[in-house]
Nanobody, 119 residues
């Protein structure tokens, strides 16, 4: 079992920056992948950043590439999402997500944190 708690959301003007944090607890050594997803009103949840535990490889969709950076602090069991050059279309609830491969893929979600970008 893994518990995820996000923090760092808020209101920011377009062009500004925010850093989200996701603190993991529980079976953190078993985590294979950690992601950030977002969901805007009336839209499907979409992946915005991924980091692989074994290699540190990161992946981003084109919509955020060059603006968002995912990173991790293993000592703190925390994953961060640095968001720069924010746009109004980045407004959404941002969710932390973890995948563990034990007897199949098991996934865990945080409660979400609201990010609002004003124009």
């Amino acid at each position: 079992q893994v518990q995820l708690v996000e923090s760092g959301g808020g209101l920011v003007q377009a062009g500004g920056s925010l850093r989200l944090a996701c603190a993991a607890s529980g079976s953190t050594l078993s985590i294979n992948v950690m992601d950030w997803y977002r969901q805007a009103p009336g839209k499907q949840r979409e992946l915005v950043a991924r980091i692989w535990s074994s290699s540190g490889r990161t992946d981003y969709p084109d919509s955020v590439k060059g603006r968002f950076t995912i990173s991790r602090d293993n000592a703190k069991n925390t994953v961060y999402l640095q968001m720069n050059s924010l746009k109004p279309e980045d407004t959404a609830v941002y969710y932390c997500h973890a995948l563990i491969l034990i007897g199949g893929w098991n996934d865990y979600w945080g409660q979400g944190t609201q990010v609002t970008v004003s124009s």
